[in-house]
């Protein structure tokens, strides 16, 4: 089915709805709805109640979500997970693409309430292809017509909440994993200080959204990325003048430096004197 709300783009947009059995109701979780939308920045939704939980991927893009009186935001490869028989609202803030699921069952609240209280209604995945291959699993039923086995609907769904419960198991993501994130992300910034490094790049190769690895890296290292990668070349860049005969313009390129007349007047502030004179001080010592 296409959706009919302003704001979602038509041209890849689809969702499917599903009424379950009266013993899938019993026994199992159960999809209600699945659909993948892309969103033009500046939707908004809004709901007092709808009798179901909601599970989000962001594949692109960030949303503004709110609830339990929280706001939170989620950008690329974040996921969200929400009580819809409460007050809550999501927003996208750009543009973008989000696979997502409705469901019910016995254990939903359970599920919830433990993966809610530890992570939030807003949380990354170290690998997030387990729980969206689960999820794209239980779209593609729909979207290719396929028999319904809800056994299997119930076994796809459980899949996705026990990888999120074991994150909230391990303490969340947001500790031991994202810490993980974020020396990989140090490690690559020391081998390829000649690269641009931009921040959109780093947060990919971290599985988060820029906005949420910008807070992430400065709580893990003091710095933001910026700052950091400026800080690493500077380091690079005195150690090669104290420990090398490179000519300036190589120094530059070497430790990522685009304009070595910005480059020296950077350096003068930062040590009081210029590149030539600090290795004229350091062969002298």
């Not at 007092?48 to 939980?53: A, N, P």
């Not at 291959?133 to 593609?140: A, H, K, N």
């Amino acid at each position: 089915m296409k959706p009919a709300e302003h704001g979602i783009v038509d041209e890849g947009s689809d969702f499917y709805i599903y009424t379950p059995s009266r013993t899938a109701q019993r026994t199992f979780l159960y999809p209600l709805r699945t659909g993948l939308f892309r969103y033009e920045a500046g939707y908004r939704q809004e709901r007092s109640s709808f009798d179901s939980f909601l599970v989000m991927a962001i594949r692109s893009g960030g949303f503004d979500v709110r609830a339990d009186r929280a706001t939170r935001h989620a950008g690329a490869g974040d996921f969200v997970l929400l009580d819809c028989y409460r007050h809550h609202s999501y927003a996208s803030t750009e543009p973008s693409e989000v696979l997502w699921l409705h469901f019910d069952g016995p254990t939903a609240r359970a599920y919830y309430d433990l993966i809610a209280d530890r992570l939030g209604n807003v949380f990354p995945l170290r690998d997030p292809s387990y729980a969206i291959t689960r999820l794209m699993g239980i779209f593609d039923v729909f979207r290719e017509s396929g028999p319904v086995s809800e056994p299997r609907m119930s076994k796809l769904i459980t899949d996705v909440l026990t990888e999120f419960a074991v994150a909230a198991s391990a303490g969340g993501p947001s500790a031991q994993r994202q810490s993980h994130a974020v020396e990989d992300v140090l490690a690559y910034i020391a081998a390829h200080l000649a690269d641009p490094l931009p921040v959109e790049e780093l947060a990919a190769r971290a599985f988060m959204s820029e906005y949420h690895f910008i807070r992430v890296f400065k709580r893990e290292t003091g710095y933001t990325p910026h700052a950091y990668v400026v800080d690493a070349r500077m380091h690079a860049a005195k150690y090669m003048l104290t420990h090398s005969d490179a000519p300036l313009k190589r120094l530059c390129e070497e430790c990522g430096f685009t304009d070595p007349s910005a480059f020296c007047a950077a350096f003068k502030r930062r040590n009081g004197v210029s590149p030539m004179e600090f290795r004229r001080r350091s062969a002298a010592r």
